[in-house]
């Protein structure tokens, strides 16, 4: 999965000390204070801002430096690091400012942690609390949370009506045959995936009910019937682009993924006005935001960096 541990060692072969980031571009959009940046409180401030690879990454990433120039810095975009922890280490070690983390990385891949705390607001605390002594800041988290779920079509959900994973569960036993799944590998295997959510719930889906493949695969499989339910990440467009009905985690077993600026402390000291000028924008995004987003360049073929800025304008942070 595109945030878990098994990208540690990956990233780690890939990215040399330093992180290797010895390029860029400055971030050079037409853009003035609108709700945000009054009065340029980082005017003189030299930032660089960065991200993982994926769409949400970049669409958050791009979200932020927008803040920053409008605020008055000169931003340089160094966004699109792959793996998850090539950014992180930029930020900690100074060759990037600040990028968007989620809380369930930092607490489980980068702090070490097996158990993830169930409330969001303390699984956040915690985060901050731990990151602080590695010189990394952990400002306001967002509402987005970018977990796993299951989701179903329209069609299945009209046959069988669940709304939650226990129904899902209590499904499963009255009726065997109606649960057949469509996962991921890793998710198959992995104790905060299938096999500790069958555990929960108490759920118990027959082998040959579980088809793995790919991510994207999944969710045209979803859409067309093939299986009942398939893993999904909360934030991903296409569940708002193909109608799917995405399933509550009611017991509340799937780690909080909330995306959250991480500023570097030092920096964080030098210019406090970040956290102020990121504040608004950080208090909009949602889940429904995201996979709106997250849509326009998944679906429709948009480029991040454009989606964000046009979000920008059109909420009016930005003019």
């Known amino acids: 999965m595109r945030r878990r541990a098994p990208l540690l060692l990956a990233a780690l072969l890939v990215v040399p000390s330093g992180c290797g980031l010895t390029s860029g ?9 609108g709700s945000i940046g009054a009065g340029e409180p980082l005017k003189g401030a030299h930032l660089t801002v960065t991200s993982k690879e994926f769409t949400e990454q970049l669409i958050l990433g791009a979200i932020m430096g927008i803040a920053f120039q409008a605020a008055g810095a000169d931003v340089l975009d160094r966004t699109g690091i792959q793996g998850s ?3 992180r280490e930029a930020v900690k070690n100074g060759d990037a400012d600040a990028q968007y983390e989620y809380t369930g990385t930092g607490w489980i891949t980068y702090l070490g942690n097996s158990r993830p705390i169930p409330d969001p607001r303390k699984q956040w605390q915690a985060v901050r609390d731990a990151d602080l002594r590695n010189g990394l800041t952990w ?3 967002s509402k987005l949370d970018n977990t796993y779920a299951l989701a179903m079509n329209q069609a299945n959900f009209e046959k069988y009506g669940t709304r939650t994973l226990s129904e899902v569960a209590a499904l499963s036993e009255r009726d065997p045959g109606a649960v057949t799944l469509c996962v991921e590998s890793e998710f198959a295997n992995r104790a905060d995936g299938l096999p500790g959510m069958e555990k929960a719930y108490g759920m118990s889906v027959p082998a040959k009910n579980v088809t793995q493949m790919d991510t994207g695969i999944i969710y045209t499989q979803v859409e067309k019937g093939a299986c009942t339910y398939g893993e999904v990440f909360t934030t991903d467009g296409r569940i708002k682009s193909m109608n799917l009905v995405v399933m509550a985690d009611d017991k509340k077993f799937f780690p909080n993924y909330n995306a959250t ?6 920096v964080l000291k030098e210019w406090p006005a970040i956290a102020k000028v990121i504040e608004p924008v950080n208090a909009r995004l949602d889940n429904s935001v995201a996979q709106t987003l997250n849509a326009r360049v998944d679906v429709d073929g948009q480029d991040p960096h454009q989606v964000a800025l046009d979000w920008m304008k059109a909420e009016g942070f930005v003019k």
């Open 25 to 33: 571009s400055p971030m050079v959009d037409d853009v003035r204070p």
């Open 261 to 266: 600026p991480v500023v570097n402390s030092r």
């Open 139 to 141: 400002l306001e988290p």
């Open 85 to 87: 922890i090539g950014s």
